[in-house]
Nanobody
Framework: QVQLVESGGGLVQAGASLRLSCAASGRTFSVYSMAWFRQAPEKEREFVAAIKWTGGTINYADSVKGRFTISRDNAKNTAYLQMNSLKPEDAAVYYC????????????????????WGQGTQVTVSS
């Protein structure tokens, strides 16, 4: 049974930072790419960032480039999302997800390429 557990969300002021964590179990984490998505109220879920299973390829949504950093620690089966210079428009429920295909050559921003998801962690940014 694959499980993903996110943590680290909270309420912060604009300009602050948060670090989200995603602890994975039940799968050989080190051979699967990981991603973060987010969903704001009344909006569709959107891609935020993805990191290849090797850690060597990383992609970001344009809206978070230069502010967010995705990383992973395969020894701890954990992925991270460091979020700096937060804006009110970053407020959302953040989800981590695991690629459904091992050893994928490129990272994906497509939801259907990820088959396990965490329960989400709420990020609220006040202006």
């Amino acid at each position: 049974q694959v499980q993903l557990v996110e943590s680290g969300g909270g309420l912060v002021q604009a300009g602050a930072s948060l670090r989200l964590s995603c602890a994975a179990s039940g799968r050989t984490f080190s051979v699967y790419s990981m991603a973060w998505f987010r969903q704001a109220p009344e909006k569709e879920r959107e891609f935020v960032a993805a990191i290849k299973w090797t850690g060597g390829t990383i992609n970001y949504a344009d809206s978070v480039k230069g502010r967010f950093t995705i990383s992973r620690d395969n020894a701890k089966n954990t992925a991270y999302l460091q979020m700096n210079s937060l804006k009110p428009e970053d407020a959302a429920v953040y989800y981590c997800a695991v690629d459904r295909r091992a050893f994928r050559l490129v990272t994906s921003f497509v939801e259907s390429d990820y088959d396990y998801w965490g329960q989400g962690t709420q990020v609220t940014v006040s202006s």
